[in-house]
C-alpha cells in the first residue's frame, strides 16, 4: 500500500528566506506527483505536477523536483512571502487514477 | 469560472438522518472523486468515478452511496449520518489519462451530532 509522509509536519521561518518541503513515498510505480496549497477553510489549489518521466517542474517562485528512484519529491519556496502561508499537500497518482496524499506541511511565513 | 462546485458548504445533521452531497464540474473531465479530509488522517478517497456509468470505492467507502448522474455530477449520499462522518467533504475531476492534474471544489463542512 502507498504510503506518503511530509516533513516536517509544520514550519515557520522569517520572510524572505528561501525554504524546502519534503514528500517521499513508498512505492516509486506512480505516474505523476502534485503539490497543492490549502488556504484554512478552502479547497485546495493544484501548484505544480510532474509525470513521472520528468525531475523537476517550475512555476515562479516555487520549484518541485521528483526523485521516482528514491521515492522522494522536494518543493522549493524561494523569497518567500507572508502570502505563501498556508497547508502545503503533495499527493501521488497510482492505478486507476487515485491520488494518494501526504498529511502536509503547515507552514507560516513571519514578516 | 469553470471549475469544480459543491453544495452545500456547511451542513448540520443529526444522527440518522440522510443527505445527499452535490457536485458539478464544466470541464468535461471524465474521473470524479469524493475525499473526505480529517485532522491527523489526510485526505481519504471514499468513491470514485472513471467514467460516466461507473463507480469504484475508495479506501473508505463505508456509510456512503454515490451516483454518477452524469458526466459534469456525481453525487455523494449519507443514507445513516454517523458523528464519526464529521468531516469536510471534496470533490474532484481529473480528465482521463494519467498525466494530467486534478481539479477541486471547495468543500462541505459536515457536522454530525
Known amino acids: 500500500k502507498q504510503e506518503v509522509t511530509q516533513i516536517p509536519a509544520a514550519l515557520s521561518v522569517p520572510e524572505g528566506e528561501n525554504l524546502v518541503l519534503n514528500c517521499s513515498f513508498t512505492d516509486s510505480a506512480i505516474y505523476n506527483l502534485q503539490w497543492f496549497r490549502q488556504d484554512p477553510g478552502k479547497g485546495l489549489t493544484s501548484l505544480l505536477l510532474i509525470q513521472s518521466s520528468q525531475r523537476e517542474q517550475t512555476s515562479g517562485r516555487l520549484n518541485a523536483s521528483l526523485d521516482k528512484s528514491s521515492g522522494r519529491s522536494t518543493l522549493y519556496i524561494a523569497a518567500s512571502q507572508p502570502g505563501d502561508s498556508a497547508t502545503y499537500l503533495c499527493a501521488v497518482t497510482q492505478g486507476a487514477q487515485k491520488l494518494v496524499f501526504g498529511q502536509g506541511t503547515r507552514l507560516t511565513i513571519n514578516p | 469560472n469553470a471549475g469544480v462546485t459543491q453544495t452545500p458548504k456547511f451542513q448540520v445533521l443529526k444522527t440518522g438522518q440522510s443527505m445527499t452531497l452535490q457536485c458539478a464540474q464544466d470541464?468535461?473531465?471524465?474521473?470524479m472523486y469524493w475525499y473526505r479530509q480529517d485532522p491527523g488522517m489526510g485526505l481519504r478517497l471514499i468513491y470514485y468515478?472513471?467514467?460516466?456509468?461507473?463507480?469504484d470505492k475508495g479506501e473508505v467507502p463505508n456509510g456512503y452511496n454515490v451516483s454518477r448522474l452524469n458526466k459534469r455530477e456525481f453525487s455523494l449520499r449519507l443514507e445513516s449520518a454517523a458523528p464519526s462522518q464529521t468531516s469536510v467533504y471534496f470533490c474532484?475531476?481529473?480528465?482521463?489519462?494519467?498525466?494530467?492534474?486534478?481539479?477541486f471544489g471547495s468543500g462541505t463542512r459536515l457536522t454530525v451530532v
Open positions: 468515478s472513471a467514467s460516466e456509468g461507473t463507480t
Open positions: 474532484a475531476s481529473s480528465e482521463a489519462g494519467r498525466t494530467m492534474g486534478y481539479t
Open positions: 470541464m468535461n473531465h471524465n474521473s
